[in-house]
């Protein structure tokens, strides 16, 4: 599934011999019009409003060199945003560049609708500022080239209240059965020892379930792309599941439970541990932040470790009005946007080793623990494949997942039962 065509290489390698008389023949040549902008689409990530006006901020700082096109900041709502994106698509209203949903610009590259970002790369790795971590450049790559760049990492890890586990005698879990012996000890004093919200209108549960399949060396797909649910270690991890909802570790009211409704059982101490993003600290009341803390990877029934993560990234569409423009505007981007960490409004965790060593994440332990420890170990949802792909477009939070994690919580359907029904419904979407 990697690129190998020798030819491809070698156009990159004389992209790079003359980019800068390349870029300055392009803007000498063509005539932009007075108002032609780079129109970049953002979406709220972060903490909201907040991010917002520092993307904003961020990107009106930006002065184009060398004829480049100047750049418009739009903020785009997660309501809708499927078919905010592939309604632009249908009528060639897309953005220049654009942030969005983890697995958009493999669906948009696949297209042809995005444009593959394999000089951008080239330009960073000749410029010294290729310092992505481990593996999450290399998940960008496709047969088409790479799809995007990464820009901050969804990455989910097992949190917990250190107070309530010290009140119900448990220990932080090392694997799954030290979980089982915590959850079953929370318990025993009426709390829940995996949080889950499950309801119709997020995506938790999927993620949860999704990092515990990947924890156990499974997930939903192949080394080469193909379906491959119904394997040993994700019916292992489905009864490793099960037993958390038989012995009542997981709360039956999570089937129908909201975001919200999770978080509030975080902040009152409901919920003693869970799956969980890394800002969820940032999520709940100063006086209890403290007590909130991201675990060490847990191993499980074969000594694997294992999460899932979402990349979030940077993609170019193929509307932009230039090329050079969109990928200068995404070099300097990538360049500055270390202020989302500095001033506090970002959750999700960076991407760069330069920003991870920042003191304002250095000084954070549970930053510290997930970049560490949990990151090195993270998979897509296209685990066991190389890297991610199209079809991942239509898994991530589609009816078939929904309807799985449903039957889960439920906890009366056999594990193979569900993993074929499941398997069934993603082979209408994927293939």
Known sequence: ??????????????????SAAAFAASAAGKAFAADDTLTFW???????????????????????????????????????????????????????VSSGAAF???????????????????????????????????AMKTDGGYAAVPWSMDL????YRKSLLEKAGAEPPTDWDSYIKAGEALKKIGLVGLGLA???????????????????????????????????????????????????IIDPYAASYTSDNLLSDWKSGRVAMGFGQTGLD?????????????????????GDLGTVYYINSLWMFTTTPSQESSEAFLEW???????????????????????????????????????????PVGKTIGAQAPHAFAALNAVDGGAASAAFVQQIIQGKTKSKDMLETLETALKKVVQ
């Open 1 to 18: 599934m990697n690129e190998t065509s020798g030819s491809m290489t070698m156009n990159r390698r004389s992209f790079l011999a003359a």
């Open 42 to 96: 953002d979406m709220v990530w972060g903490t909201g409003a907040g991010y917002t006006a520092a993307a904003k901020e961020l990107t009106g700082k930006y002065t184009p060199a060398g004829g480049a096109l100047g750049v418009r900041y739009q903020s785009i709502p997660w309501a809708n945003w499927y078919q905010t994106f592939t309604s632009a698509a249908a009528s060639r209203t897309t953005p220049a």
């Open 104 to 138: 958009l610009p493999f669906y948009f590259l696949d297209q042809g609708v995005a444009a593959p970002a394999d000089n951008l790369v080239g330009k960073l790795q000749k410029d010294g500022k290729n310092d992505f971590l481990p593996g999450l450049l290399a």
């Open 156 to 159: 989910r890890v097992i949190w």
């Open 198 to 248: 499950a309801g119709s209108t997020t995506t938790d549960a999927q993620h949860t379930v999704s990092a515990l399949m990947i924890n156990n060396g499974g997930g939903f797909f192949a080394p080469d792309g193909s379906l491959n649910c119904v394997t040993d270690r994700n019916m292992e991890t489905l009864d490793f599941i099960n037993e958390l909802v038989q012995k009542g």
């Open 282 to 302: 940032k999520t709940v009341p100063k006086e209890i932040q403290s007590d909130v803390v991201v675990a060490h990877p847990i191993k499980a029934r074969h």
């Open 333 to 375: 981007y990538l360049d500055n946007m270390h202020t989302y960490w500095t001033s506090g409004v970002a959750i999700d965790l960076p991407v760069k080793k330069s920003i991870a060593d920042l003191p304002v994440i250095q000084s954070n332990p549970n930053l510290v623990i997930s970049i560490n420890e949990w990151q």
